[in-house]
């Protein structure tokens, strides 16, 4: 139709009377064919549909609880007054605090989809004038959040080699991080785990949203085997109020492989780790890890790499691990030059561990860890670590002890002692560039010992 012209009995004016015709037939035709079509749609979706995925027989919500009530005495602490511009002593401490308490429930309604909610009320009770690692959750209602909260998919169930992990879950990376506090024969974990957390997700749980894609190969001997784990996350931590990466979109990618020398840790593909097998593991495991994050509100680039590794033979227990840490960015110079810089810095913890069985009725472990963090101890890197958010300084920690096993790693008790060292390099007085030196509700410290007994309990 020319724009304009005038309609004449409902056709256009240059239409011929059987050439109008023919379109109102063909009109009608097109109307009627798609009414018999929809009208057929409609009768189709009126049929039974009996191929819905089937509910797992017996399935059903598995609740839990975990707690870890701890004891202490400190000594040795140091608060640093500003005022007077040096450190002065901190009373020695007696301190009872819920370490770690879980709530949750996790369940597998199909065959195969897995999912697990867990929430966590921890530090209940900690002085944070007290020697131990940690922020406080004393309010009048002491806080409760969620600690992890992710499906695990199988799409073929019995085939560990390719699974899906989406939610909100420890990046795979740092043999230590990704191993839980209920599994680790040291009382407390190895603070080498706050430093790689930090710099991969920006937060001390190292938790952040994401997918992963990963698997489980094993040999017919189940003698030699293959863990592999890839994701992408989204760590928000680094502007706007820690909801944003900022005008940058900088996704974090995280890769990990494991290989099984004899008997594996795992035969069923999952992301939580054990370290203490009871005597039932004679084997080897080396782990290799790669992260990379492009450029943020805080940095231009993060990255880090890291090894570890867990052998069990027998009674022996014996778990380490080794990360390296990166990250670029710039400041400004006292002159309003623009330094740009590569800040690096590393991390890394051993630990060791022996069954012993007494009297065939007490399953002891004495337990020895060593923990190390290298940063910058120069002011100018110093200055560049502050800039970018990461850590400086050095610190040392020691922990030896002995686990007293009830019921395996659900029920045991525990009587350590940490003592701890730390070096601020050239930094002056009132230094907050690592964990030796800083307490969140305090400022800066001087890190002191202390001597624990635990109950930890998983029901």
């Not at 009996?50 to 009530?69: C, D, N, T, Y």
């Not at 190969?217 to 760590?235: D, E, R, T, V």
């Not at 999952?270 to 004679?282: L, M, P």
């Not at 680039?301 to 890291?306: D, Q």
Request: aromatic share 14%; glycine share 14%; net charge neutral.
């Amino acid at each position: 139709m020319v724009s304009g012209q005038p309609l004449k009995g409902g056709c256009p004016v240059f239409f011929t009377t059987s050439n109008c015709t023919s379109h109102y037939f063909m009109k009608r035709i097109i109307l009627l064919t798609t009414t018999i079509l929809l009208f057929s749609l409609a009768l189709a979706g009126q049929a039974d549909f009996s191929h819905w995925l089937p509910k797992k027989e017996g399935a059903r919500i598995e609740p839990f609880a975990m707690v870890q009530l701890w004891s202490s005495y400190s000594m040795g602490q140091e608060a640093y007054n500003a005022d007077a511009g040096l450190y002065e002593a901190v009373d020695g401490r007696f301190n009872v605090m819920l370490r770690r308490a879980r709530l949750g429930f996790k369940a597998e309604p199909y065959e195969g989809l897995k999912f697990q909610l867990m929430g966590a009320y921890d530090l209940v009770g900690r002085d944070v004038q007290s020697s131990l690692v940690g922020g406080a959750n004393n309010g009048s209602l002491p806080a409760f959040g969620i600690w992890d909260a992710f499906l695990q998919w199988q799409p073929r169930k019995g085939r560990e080699g390719f699974n899906i992990v989406a939610g909100y879950f420890r990046p795979q990376f740092s043999r230590e991080s990704i191993t839980s506090g209920w599994a680790v024969n040291s009382m407390e974990k190895a603070m080498s785990q706050n430093y790689i957390r930090t710099h991969l997700v920006g937060a001390g749980p190292g938790r952040a949203l994401g997918l992963n894609i990963g698997g489980l190969l094993l040999n017919a001997g189940k003698n030699l085997g293959l863990q592999y784990n890839l994701g992408i996350f989204n760590p928000l931590t680094t502007a706007n109020g820690g909801n944003s990466t900022g005008k940058d979109f900088a996704p974090l990618l995280v890769g990990r492989a494991v290989v099984y020398l004899g008997a594996p840790e795992q035969t069923a593909y999952k992301i939580g780790y054990d370290i203490n097998y009871f005597g039932q593991r004679k084997g080897l495991s080396l782990g290799f890890d790669g992260a990379w994050q492009g450029q943020t509100a805080l940095f231009e680039a993060s990255y880090a790499t890291g090894a570890d590794l867990l052998f069990n033979w027998g009674p022996l227990n014996l778990d380490a691990d080794w990360n390296l840490m990166w990250r670029e960015g710039s400041r400004l110079l006292p002159d309003d030059r623009e330094r740009t810089f590569t800040y690096a810095s590393n991390t890394g913890h051993a630990r060791i561990g022996y069954n012993l069985v007494v009297g065939e009725k007490y399953f002891l472990e004495p337990t020895f860890m060593l923990m190390q963090f290298n940063g910058a101890d120069d002011l100018a890197g110093q200055a560049d670590a502050k800039a970018i958010g990461a850590s400086s300084g050095s610190e040392r920690t020691y922990d030896a002890g002995i686990n007293w096993y009830l019921n395996k790693r659900n029920l045991k008790l525990m009587a350590h002692y940490t003592w701890r060292e730390g070096d601020a390099g050239e930094a002056a007085s009132g230094f907050t560039g690592n964990m030796y030196f800083s307490q969140s509700g305090v400022g800066a410290i001087r890190r002191g010992n202390w001597l624990g007994l635990g109950l930890h309990a998983i029901f």
